[in-house]
């Protein structure tokens, strides 16, 4: 008994001791490592998502990944601040949000259908890029804010300076059937605001611009033109990806 007593008198010394040095040694915010404040700081940074939505999207994340909710929350925002800081505009530069058609230049008609476009540009005051596919060389579809999934005449889409018009590495009629499967989802998928986990959202709900084109080329094609394969589609991923050529740079 006596032998006991003095074992568990030199452990509790030992944790005193040592216990504090510990501690200090590895210092972890406690708010970094609650769930709560990774959802808190992607909803922030993607204004039009609410916090049960982007919730929702963790967890459909996690169950299609097996991952832990925070594993999964942790890398969509690392991955969001990425797309953000990448997309920051020049200094005395502007940046237009694409719920309209604001911007400096015209867009030009395409070589071939199925080719696509990525402009500088951000929603609800985010710089992420915004990207679209041409049904035809003269008729783009699009995901905005405003209506969702629209077909509009490329003359009727401003970009801003360094847009660039590209194909993807495929043969013409694996682009025309990803560029019919952008159109059928015209004036019937509502937008997104969720980029940062949007690649395990449904393909055939509500959609953001990258989405529309990664889902159209994925399904149509089993081609991913995400670049880095992350949570999240951005539309740089795609301006990026190695299956995507830009033939022309409009200023």
């Known amino acids: 008994m006596q032998k006991f007593i003095a074992v568990f008198t030199l452990l509790v010394v030992v944790m005193l001791t040592v216990s504090p040095s510990l501690v200090a040694g590895v210092h972890v915010d406690p708010k970094e490592e609650k769930l709560d404040y ?3 700081e992607l909803v922030h940074k993607q204004p039009g998502i609410t916090t049960d939505e982007m919730e ?6 996690s169950e299609e990944t097996r991952k832990p909710e925070i ?5 969509a925002l690392r991955e969001l601040n990425q797309a953000i800081q990448q997309e920051k505009p020049e200094k005395n530069t502007s940046i237009s949000i694409m719920g309209g058609s604001a911007g400096t230049y ?25 990207n679209g596919i041409y049904h035809t060389t003269t008729n783009i579809v699009e995901s905005i804010p405003d209506t969702g999934v629209r077909k509009i005449k490329y003359n009727a889409r401003n970009v801003e300076a360094n847009a660039v018009m590209q194909y993807v590495q495929s043969s013409q009629s ?11 989802r015209v004036a019937i998928d509502a937008y997104s605001y969720n980029f940062a986990t949007n690649r395990f959202t449904d393909k055939y709900g509500d959609k953001n611009c990258s989405k529309l ?10 081609i991913d033109l995400d670049k880095n394969q992350g949570f ?10 190695s299956y995507t050529v830009t033939y022309n740079t409009i200023n």
């Open 38 to 40: 990774y959802v808190s």
């Open 56 to 61: 929702e999207a963790i967890i459909l994340a």
């Open 71 to 75: 594993v999964i929350a942790k890398q």
């Open 106 to 130: 015209k867009l030009v008609p395409a070589r071939n259908k199925g080719d696509l476009f990525y402009t500088p540009s951000s929603t609800l005051g985010i710089q992420h890029g915004h």
């Open 174 to 184: 694996t682009r025309d059937k990803a560029a019919d499967w952008a159109n059928e």
């Open 213 to 222: 084109i990664w889902s159209a080329f994925m399904l149509e094609a089993n």
């Open 232 to 241: 999240g589609v951005y539309p740089a991923d795609i301006r990026d990806s």
